[in-house]
């Protein structure tokens, strides 16, 4: 029986105030330098360690396809901050941002290396805040940590 794999969007919930070298650097290896911040990763193994490092400073879960979408449309940026267009889409091999997100979706692309677009998504704080503590983790009633689908409705409110 073969696994499916998945993939998680990670959010950054806290600042720098009280964070150790490792957990620092973590965060930069994941590319989450400011709070706010949207990246994309798989459930390698490597990247399931690092989000466990990372626990009590981000939250992630399993995003959908149409959050996906939502996000290339809105918050997705190439280098020089010019926003991603269908056009950019068809240099990297695929016809329309539907088509590149269902792709990711699927983890047929990886989002981390294709070049001229930005592997993260600056994102707003989200529409009337938290809901908790983000020092908490999200099972105890808080904000970080694994919130599973859960993370579709907060990247909706961030955008």
């Known amino acids: 029986m073969v696994e499916e ?8 919930v806290r ?15 994941l590319r989450l330098n400011r709070n706010c911040s949207i990246t994309l990763v798989d459930d390698r193994p490597s990247f399931l ?3 466990k490092k990372v626990r009590h400073f981000v939250t992630w879960g399993e995003i959908s396809k149409e959050s996906i979408l939502l996000l290339l449309k809105k918050r997705g940026r190439l280098v020089g901050n010019r926003k991603l267009d269908d056009e950019h889409v068809k240099k990297v091999g695929y016809q329309t941002l539907e088509e590149f997100a269902e792709s990711i979706y699927k983890l047929e692309t990886d989002f981390r290396h294709l070049p001229d677009i930005k592997p993260i998504f600056n ?3 989200p529409r009337k805040g938290y809901k908790g503590k983000i020092k908490k ?13 859960a993370i579709n409705r907060l990247v909706e409110k961030m955008l």
């Open 123 to 125: 994102a707003h704080p």
């Open 49 to 51: 360690g690092m989000l």
């Open 15 to 29: 600042g720098v105030g009280d964070m150790s070298p490792d957990v620092r650097k973590t965060l930069n290896m």
């Open 137 to 149: 983790s999200y099972s105890t009633g808080g904000v970080t940590g694994y919130r599973g689908e």
């Open 5 to 12: 794999r998945r993939i998680f969007a990670v959010v950054r």
